[in-house]
């Protein structure tokens, strides 16, 4: 038979396996609740990579809020082969040069000498004709300048000093017209041209030579004279059932802006 400890001894040892049994349940706690922790910041990360990975094509976020730096892995085209062949198409409309009924000269090429037997031919009748024409681009013309005398009178019967009108817009000295505002505006409004090189191209096409000021301030001038047009818009806008909204990056003054479009269907736009 197996000697047995003292009895203070086997309480002792009861009272140490006890402790040790209340430390390794702490220390089970303890790791339950790390495990848990870890569990929530695993979510957390999950959850943050997938904001971040967000952008206006996987979520309802507009365009202006994507990172412009960012590249963005192109998609496949989701058109499919039409088909058709290269080039015009059966009925579509054609755009061929044609001849004008009413050329500017005409210039006459006889034959001289047959081309036969030598003979001269200056004496002979015409049996038949071909027209050929060239279109070509004409020189620009050189500037018309219309000055505008505002007269003064001294009247008779008071002494009075009157000054005639000028047309209206006519306020300066010397002063460009409204058909060379309009050709400006076209190059760097609707054609999107830089100043320098519209200024040349309105130099070299029109004969007006401009700075490259001119050209740079007539788009504000094109803009406020917008007004009317943009006020019709907002009420046609206003009355549309469904609206487009769009917008679409664009650069400008060394940052990045967005041009914010709103469209009604065609036949409301006409209205």
């Known amino acids: 038979m197996p000697d047995v400890p003292p009895a203070g001894e086997l309480a002792a040892l009861r009272a140490r396996v006890a402790e040790l049994e209340e430390r390794l349940a702490a220390r089970d706690a303890q790791l339950e609740a790390a495990q848990a922790r870890l569990a929530e910041l695993a979510e957390q990360i999950e959850e943050l990579r997938r904001r971040l990975g967000r952008d206006s094509s996987t979520s309802s976020r507009p365009p202006s809020s994507d990172d412009p730096y960012t590249k963005k892995p192109r998609d496949r085209s989701l058109r499919r082969k039409s088909g058709r062949g290269p080039g015009k198409q059966p009925g579509a409309q054609s755009s061929t040069l044609r001849q004008s009924p009413d050329p500017d000269e005409r210039v ?134 469904v609206l487009y909204a769009d917008e679409t990056p664009a650069r400008a003054n060394g940052g990045l802006h967005y041009v914010r479009v709103h469209r009604v269907p065609h036949r409301l736009a006409h209205r």
């Open 108 to 241: 006459e090429c006889w034959p001289v000498a047959c081309g036969a037997c030598g003979a001269d031919l200056s004496g002979a009748a015409a049996t038949g004709m071909q027209k050929r024409q060239v279109f070509e681009a004409a020189p620009p013309p050189p500037p018309m300048v219309t000055e505008y005398r505002v007269v003064t009178k001294s009247c008779p019967a008071c002494g009075e000093v009157t000054e005639g009108v000028a047309p209206e817009g006519v306020t300066s000295l010397a002063q460009y017209g409204p058909g060379v505002h309009a050709r400006a505006a076209l190059a760097v409004c609707a054609h999107y041209l830089p100043v320098a090189r519209g200024a040349r191209l309105m130099a070299a096409y029109t004969g007006v030579s401009v700075s490259t000021g001119f050209m740079a301030g007539v788009r504000g001038k094109a803009a406020a004279r917008l007004g009317p047009f943009m006020d019709r818009a907002r009420e046609l806008l206003r009355q549309a059932g």
